[in-house]
T-cell receptor, first 112, second 114 residues
């Protein structure tokens, strides 16, 4: 069955460092992958999309890579700030209509 | 400004009762989705709709139903609430090219079944 894995343990880093979050998947051939941010008590907010034929995408301090051979996406936040503290979700799509399948999310804590 | 709203934000109900959660969007999006979010399971798809009069079952649809009579609304009904349906429910919408712009989520409804 399809499986999307994100580190369930929280990632704690120091302000100013680069945070790297991992999304691995199996039994899936997504046409694209999306990353979302979720704050406590709120719905997820879309951040970035990367397509299967793209290796890397950047948006301000965010960078996403997509390796379809390794079946992995890496999500980087450079020069991290305490305001970046949140849970980050990856989602895969494109195999069946417009539906997304989400990973469980990784909680990021940036300490000042 | 366009928005997607869910109501109520919090709901406590008794086992066996029928419950309806509302989702209303003013984005004029064709696609609408219902997910539930539980610790250890992430977001799981319950039902989805690609347009008026279209509804489809998702991964965890048992015990739930939806109807789409207009573009703006996709209410989620729990036919006979069970304790296993205690969860946070999120509604989302996207346009036809949702892959490029992602989903827009509501703020969620926390449902407790006692």
């Amino acid at each position: 069955s399809q499986k999307i894995e994100q580190n369930s343990e929280a990632l704690n880093i120091q302000e100013g460092k680069t945070a790297t979050l991992t999304c691995n998947y199996t039994n899936y051939s997504p046409a694209y992958l999306q990353w979302y941010r979720q704050d406590p008590g709120r719905g997820p907010v879309f951040l970035l999309l990367i397509r299967e034929n793209e290796k890397e995408k950047r948006k301000e301090r965010l960078k996403v890579t997509f390796d379809t051979t390794l079946k992995q996406s890496l999500f980087h936040i450079t020069a991290s700030q305490p305001a970046d503290s949140a849970t980050y979700l990856c989602a895969l799509g494109g195999n069946a209509g417009n539906m997304l399948t989400f990973g469980g999310g990784t909680r990021l804590m940036v300490k000042p | 400004d366009a928005e997607i709203t869910q109501s109520p934000r919090h709901k406590i109900t008794e086992t066996g009762r029928q419950v309806t959660l509302a989702c209303h969007q003013t984005w004029n999006h064709n696609n609408m989705f219902w997910y539930r979010q539980d610790l250890g399971h992430g977001l799981r798809l319950i039902h989805y709709s690609y347009g008026v009069q279209d509804t489809n079952k998702g991964e965890v649809s048992d015990g739930y139903s939806v109807s789409r009579s207009n573009t703006e609304d996709l209410p989620l009904t729990l036919e006979s609430a069970a304790s296993s349906q205690t969860s946070v429910y999120f509604c989302a919408s996207s346009d036809r090219t949702g892959e490029a712009y992602g989903y827009t989520f509501g703020s969620g409804t926390r449902l407790t079944v006692v």
